[in-house]
């Protein structure tokens, strides 16, 4: 069975879709091999991409007649980890957030580095960060609101994916279309050079990065 990819879907949620709870099985199946060399991150996927689902191979397990036995299945999750810093680059260091996922709420505290990283079901589409700047003693909160689109983000060698990677680490690339203009280019540039990277531009009808600046994004974002 094929299934092709739309926009915010992963490997994740498309096993989920087809009833399986091991994405791993799918991604890792010889059938989705190529996809594997064109994706080695299994949750960013591209508009088109085609993914095999194999067939269900069963489990059996032995036991004995007249007894009532319980089979747990984990429900698998997947982490969001996001770096937030201010407009001068300095980390949010010990900062409360707050983490709502459908409904789904989890609290915690950035790193030193100002980390958050938090396990949520595998299904998840969109969530709503809050990010408490205010002291502990103020009389009411005040911080940050981020808006999470989860697995949406395209391959970095895209330029819907390297224009979002760009924009996450604070680049300004003028908006979210796959079209490229001056302020992409701009901000490639900066990207290219504090990377120590060749400045290769990108023609107006080019629809993917150079390979080695995609690398770079890749390495920078995170993914």
């Known amino acids: 069975m094929k299934h092709v990819a739309k926009q915010g879907e992963d490997i994740a949620w498309i096993a989920q879709k087809y009833g399986r709870r091991n994405w791993k099985a799918i991604y890792e199946h010889a059938d989705n091999d190529a996809l594997r060399e064109a994706r080695p991150d ?13 067939p269900v191979e ?7 007649t007249g007894g009532e036995y ?20 300095v980390p949010y260091d010990s900062k409360k957030y707050r ?5 789904d709420e989890y ?22 960060l809050f990010l408490i700047t205010s002291p502990p ?7 940050h609101k981020y808006e ?15 224009r979002a990677r760009l924009a996450n680490l604070g680049f300004d690339t003028g908006g979210s279309g796959s079209e490229i203009d ?21 023609a107006d009808d080019a629809t993917e990065l150079d390979e080695q600046t995609a690398d770079a994004l890749r390495t920078a974002h995170g993914n």
């Open 148 to 162: 999470l689109m989860l697995a949406h983000l395209d391959p970095p060698q895209t330029i819907t994916g390297a």
């Open 182 to 202: 001056d302020r992409l280019r701009s901000a490639l540039r900066t990207f290219q050079i504090q990377n120590e990277l060749e400045c290769s531009d990108i």
């Open 70 to 89: 319980t089979f747990v299945l984990p429900v698998p999750k997947l982490k969001v980890r996001m770096f937030l810093q201010d407009h001068l680059g």
């Open 42 to 54: 299994p949750h960013v996927l591209q508009e088109g991409d085609e993914v095999i689902i194999p």
């Open 58 to 64: 069963p489990k059996t397990h032995e036991v004995e």
């Open 107 to 128: 609290e915690g505290q950035t790193d030193t580095d100002g980390l958050v990283d938090v396990e949520v079901a595998a299904t998840a589409k969109q969530g709503e």
């Open 99 to 103: 983490l709502t996922v459908g409904n």
């Open 137 to 143: 003693s103020a009389a009411a909160e005040v911080g």
